[in-house]
């Protein structure tokens, strides 16, 4: 099957800083999305974004899907953006998740 | 703005014994899932459900597992004979076409 390797695993980073959150998959698919998992275990929908750069405040993100990647950026970190951001991507009627990067913001 | 409800948000069970999970979907959502996530770990997909008939099902999705839409509103996720590795966090998600909405999810924990 599909295989969504997520990098890094982890990250730690001072409050203001900015992140690149990488997401690489083995296959075509046909939708990708983003997810913010916090602190309290809530699965919060950042983006869908099957090709092409979306932005959202601080966050913006590229799907490159010829090359079957996506990055995610955030900028000025907050101590709120800790927590796992996901990527999650669909084919064949299953939305296969990666294992995630833990995101820790350090105020 | 509209958002997956689902119940309960915490269930402790014995082992051995059945829970049925539950989920209200965005009402004009046309897809619904199940994912599990073991503390700590990846999020797993379980199954998939469209037209009231399971469209996708994973490994995990064994005769353990049933889902279900009782009526116009719910959805709800079986499990029978319940063990301890069953203790996971159980995400119900929907949409209308690929993007997906998440539930705030059931913690089950089985004792």
């Known amino acids: 099957g599909i295989q969504v390797e997520q990098s890094p695993p982890d990250l730690i980073l001072q409050e203001g800083a900015n992140s690149t959150l990488r997401c690489n998959f083995s296959d075509s698919v046909n939708n990708l999305q983003w997810f913010h998992q916090n602190p309290w275990g809530q699965l919060i929908n950042l983006f869908y974004?099957?090709?092409g750069t979306k932005q959202n405040g601080r966050l913006s993100a590229t799907t490159v899907a010829t090359e079957r990647y996506s990055l995610l950026y955030i900028s000025s970190s907050q101590t709120t953006d800790s927590g796992v951001y996901f990527c999650?991507?669909?084919?064949?009627?299953?939305?296969?998740f990666g294992k995630g990067t833990r995101l820790h913001i350090l105020p | 703005e509209p958002e997956v409800t689902q119940t309960p948000s915490h269930q402790v069970t014995q082992m051995g014994q059945e829970v049925i999970l539950r989920c209200v979907p965005i009402?004009?959502?046309?897809?619904f899932y199940w994912y599990r996530q073991i503390l700590g770990q990846k999020v797993e997909f379980l199954v998939s459900?469209?037209?009231?008939?399971?469209?996708?099902k994973s490994e995990i999705f064994d005769d353990q597992f049933s889902v279900e839409r009782p009526d116009g509103s719910n959805f709800t996720l079986k499990i029978r004979s319940t063990k301890l590795e069953d203790s996971a966090m159980y995400f119900c998600?929907?949409?209308?076409?690929?993007?997906?909405?998440f539930g705030s999810g059931t913690r089950l924990t089985v004792v």
């Open positions: 009402s004009n959502h046309l897809y």
């Open positions: 998600a929907s949409s209308e076409w690929a993007e997906l909405t």
């Open positions: 974004i099957p090709s």
């Open positions: 459900f469209y037209n009231n008939e399971i469209s996708e």
């Open positions: 999650a991507v669909e084919r064949d009627d299953k939305i296969i």
